[in-house]
């Protein structure tokens, strides 16, 4: 899967919209790009996925580049309760054997600010 | 839908013990990966199920293993139990054909060993 370089944290005001960066200058034409958030010793909850338009659904919208090589994952109204690490990721879409594993990053911590 | 389900939430065990922890993948799906999360290594990926079988495992000792049911749900073991073993211990389900193939993860299972 492609590497991806996220900035390591973020503050946001709550009741704005966060914004968050993803590069992943490397990705092939059958990789999707998921965004991931982890709130603090709670498991990963998906958010939402791509392959080359724009996505959203109620949690989040996903906008990638025309060229693909960077995304951004944008909450509209940033609560507190939207406080954690938010993780880009890269995976192939015919997804088999080792391509199925998902590889996380350090990923964005975002802080919704009060 | 409920979501997926781990059990215990919590554990404590001392060196040199056994632990088995359960997973319940969300209605309908079929694969079972697992994974550990320790603040130094990240998320780790240690094996995934789909019909019983293995299909696919990191790089982890003999120490930890699992297996699934015929009902998709699943268990892993360690054995020997060691102090960096000390994690949170994280399933993920997902229906396995899809493509590209979500999965959603359980709240995890925090595993102290002393």
């Known amino acids: 899967d492609a590497k991806t370089t996220q900035p390591t944290s973020m503050d946001c005001a709550e009741g704005r919209a966060a914004n968050l960066p993803c590069n992943h200058s490397?990705?092939?034409?059958?990789?999707?790009v998921y965004w991931y958030r982890q709130i603090h010793s709670q498991g990963p909850q998906y958010i939402i996925h791509g392959l080359k338009n724009n996505e959203t659904n109620e949690m989040a919208s996903l906008i990638i580049t025309e060229d693909r090589k960077s995304s951004t994952l944008i909450l509209p109204h940033a609560t507190l309760r939207d406080t954690a690490v938010y993780y880009c990721?890269?995976?192939?879409?015919?997804?088999?054997?080792?391509?199925?594993?998902?590889?996380f990053g350090s990923g964005t911590q975002l802080t919704v600010l009060p | 839908k409920a979501g997926v389900t781990q059990t215990p939430r919590y554990l404590i065990k001392t060196r040199g013990q056994q632990v088995t922890l359960s997973c319940s993948p969300i209605?309908?799906?079929?694969?079972v990966s697992w994974y550990q999360q320790t603040p130094g290594q990240g998320l780790q990926f240690l094996f995934e199920?789909?019909?019983?079988?293995?299909?696919n495992k990191g790089n982890f000792p003999g120490r930890f293993s699992g297996r699934q049911f015929s009902n998709s749900r699943s268990e892993m073991n360690v054995s020997t139990l060691e102090l960096g073993d000390s994690a949170l211990y994280l399933c993920?389900?997902?229906?396995?054909?899809?493509?590209?193939?979500?999965?959603?993860f359980g709240p995890g299972t925090r595993l102290t060993v002393l």
């Open positions: 209605s309908g799906h079929r694969s």
């Open positions: 990721i890269v995976r192939v879409l015919l997804s088999s054997g080792s391509a199925r594993q998902l590889t």
């Open positions: 490397t990705i092939s034409g059958n990789e999707y």
């Open positions: 993920a389900s997902s229906f396995w054909d899809n493509r590209p193939d979500t999965q959603y």
């Open positions: 199920y789909f019909s019983e079988t293995q299909r």
